[in-house]
């Protein structure tokens, strides 16, 4: 919240809010309409867009995966959703704060491993906090 919606009427700024809450809840439906997808309720890890199980399965500690936020890292791995294609493939969406040399280079990181492809929107188009974060499309 930015530091002069503090000064305004407590209403107002619950009614900018809500409006806010309204546009990012739109803009995600509308990219779910766009690529036909739909949201998986599944573990968000690398490994199972190669088709893979996690290998942290059955464990509460991240560090045991590879595949999982531990590899990519913070800031990158931020605000994860797994989704199911059309093809019954999958697609990770992330809204980092990070910028996209950040991405970019988390992802170079991990080499052959994980030949993802990236797509990078522009941050006025992540519906986590347009204008702040990254949007970002990960498959296979």
Same mark, same amino acid.
């Given at each position: 919240?930015?530091?002069?919606?503090?000064?305004?009427?407590?209403?107002?700024?619950?009614? %900018?809010?809500?409006?806010?809450?309204?546009?990012?809840?739109?803009?995600?439906?509308?990219? &779910?309409?766009?690529?036909?997808? $739909?949201?998986?309720?599944? $573990?968000?890890?690398?490994?199972?867009?190669?088709?893979?199980?996690? %290998? !942290? +399965? *059955?464990?509460?500690?991240?560090?045991?995966?590879?595949?999982? @936020?531990?590899?990519?890292?913070?800031?990158? +791995?931020?605000?994860?959703? &797994? +989704?199911?294609?059309?093809?019954?493939?999958?697609? &990770?969406?992330? $809204?980092?704060? @990070?910028?996209?040399? !950040?991405? /970019?280079? @988390?992802?170079?990181?991990? *080499?052959?491993?994980?030949? /993802?492809?990236?797509?990078? $929107?522009?941050?006025?188009?992540?519906? +986590?906090?347009?204008?702040?974060?990254?949007?970002?499309?990960?498959?296979?």
């Amino acid at each position: 919240m930015s530091s002069h919606m503090l000064k305004e009427d407590p209403e107002v700024v619950r009614k %900018k809010l809500a409006e806010r809450r309204m546009l990012c809840a739109k803009m995600k439906n509308d990219w &779910i309409l766009r690529r036909g997808v $739909h949201e998986s309720r599944g $573990h968000v890890c690398l490994e199972r867009l190669f088709g893979r199980h996690c %290998k !942290q +399965w *059955g464990y509460r500690d991240i560090l045991h995966c590879p595949g999982c @936020a531990s590899a990519v890292g913070h800031p990158v +791995w931020d605000h994860m959703k &797994i +989704w199911v294609k059309k093809d019954r493939g999958l697609l &990770i969406t992330l $809204h980092p704060y @990070a910028t996209r040399a !950040q991405v /970019v280079r @988390a992802f170079k990181a991990l *080499g052959d491993k994980y030949p /993802v492809k990236l797509t990078i $929107h522009r941050r006025k188009e992540s519906w +986590w906090y347009p204008g702040v974060t990254l949007f970002v499309e990960v498959e296979r």
